[in-house]
């Protein structure tokens, strides 16, 4: 009998829309929701690059994006595109020249900003046949802090209206060259303002979407930020790609939007800790636990869900229905496996006999994962 993997629940379907290609990367259409981040090096130095961009690969990243503010950067780009392990985009701003020079040097796609790009609705027809002759994607990358000052003038200030207003009319002079294989972002650093500006937008075309809450912060409050405006638009189905920006090394950015993701099924769950709040019932030091059996698990890849519980009240039942977990009190720990509990040791046991049976359940999984079985999805 093959095995069967139900398919999670989501809250709501995806958009429909069309589907463009990032080098190897779809996005779009029934595409899974890619998540991007951008390298923190100067273009110019290639080494770095690469580098920053294989811990980014190693952590999970679908696309990075590299920033061509010079021609130095952009005589970069060859090489980088040619090694990169992930399609590599290049962000142009300010100097057209440096779209073409994207191009040629082989980038999966190219990031444009219309706000920035002196007399940019005047070279489209060039960009456009370009991009469409080398089989290159474009982002449509519309920026509260660089809004067009016509439109600044006309609503005052980069309202959820003014950015809609400048995406759409962009995406209609590549449209009336026949050019389709774009996608995307209007981003602003209110959530508010950001989501209602990709509600409008995913209702006036089918257009893949590209999500980013702009300058979002330092690490702890750019993740609340993209977290929730992410979760309010892709809990309504809306978005293709997502970038998190924080002030913090980009593999945090990647971190955090896989989890994002993952949390609301959208992307496989891969490690799940469950844990107690601070709570006044916990019988042992639940924060060092979790910290602890966390890092001892740290890169494990498959879907395991480990609870660790420091009381009696919620502790067997979070335990019961984990893969793994422990119902800790009085100085000892049971420890369940799929529900059943399979020994009780002392509270100094408890991280060293988890992370072993974790990695256990991991090896099994792999093992059952490699053995030619069919796997059958059920919705």
């Known amino acids: 009998m093959p095995a069967v993997k139900e398919t999670p629940p989501v809250l709501a379907p995806r958009r429909k829309t069309r ?110 046949k ?43 002079l590549f449209e009336e060259h026949d050019f389709h294989d774009f996608k995307i972002s209007v981003k602003h650093n209110d959530p508010v303002v950001m989501v209602r500006a990709y509600e409008l937008l995913a209702e006036r075309g089918d ?5 980013g809450v702009t300058e979002a ?43 994002i993701l993952q949390s609301l099924n959208l992307r496989e769950r891969k490690l799940e800790i469950v844990s107690c709040p601070s709570c006044g019932r916990a019988q042992v030091d639940v924060y060092t636990l979790a910290d602890e059996v966390t890092a001892g698990l740290e890169g494990m890849t498959v879907p395991l869900r480990v609870a660790v519980m420091g009381c009696v009240v919620n502790g067997p039942g979070e335990a019961r229905e984990a893969d793994l977990g422990v119902a800790s009190g009085n100085g000892k720990g049971q420890i369940f496996v799929k529900g059943e509990v399979i020994k009780t040791v002392p509270e100094d046991q408890i991280v060293e006999t988890l992370i072993a ?3 256990r359940i991991a090896e099994s999984m792999d093992s059952a994962d490699s053995d030619g079985s069919p796997v059958v999805t059920v919705s």
């Open 130 to 172: 370009a991009a469409s002759d080398a089989g290159v994607s474009l982002r449509i990358g519309v920026n509260a802090g660089s809004l067009d000052k016509r439109l600044l003038a006309k609503y005052g200030k980069p309202t959820p209206e003014a950015l809609v207003e400048s995406a759409v009319w962009e995406a209609s």
């Open 357 to 359: 049976e974790a990695t």
């Open 19 to 128: 589907k463009i290609n990032v080098g190897a990367v779809e996005v779009g259409g029934d595409a899974p929701i890619s998540v991007q981040s951008m390298t923190t090096t100067p273009t110019t130095d290639i080494n770095a690059t690469l580098q920053q961009i294989a811990e980014l690969t190693a952590s999970g990243c679908d696309i990075v994006r590299v920033a061509v503010p010079t021609a130095d950067d952009a005589a970069a780009l060859p090489i980088i595109a040619k090694k990169s392990q992930i399609p590599v985009i290049a962000d142009i701003h300010f100097q057209p020249k440096y779209v073409f020079a994207a191009i040629d040097a082989g980038c999966a796609a190219v990031r444009v900003n219309p706000g920035n790009i002196r007399k940019f609705d005047d070279q489209v027809a060039e960009i456009a």
């Open 207 to 211: 257009w893949p979407l590209h999500l």
């Open 217 to 259: 912060g330092p690490a702890f409050q750019g993740t609340i930020k993209s977290a929730t405006a992410f979760g309010a638009l892709l809990s309504q189905g809306i978005g293709d790609t997502i970038r998190v920006s924080l002030s913090a090394p980009p593999v945090e950015e990647v971190k955090v939007g896989l989890q």
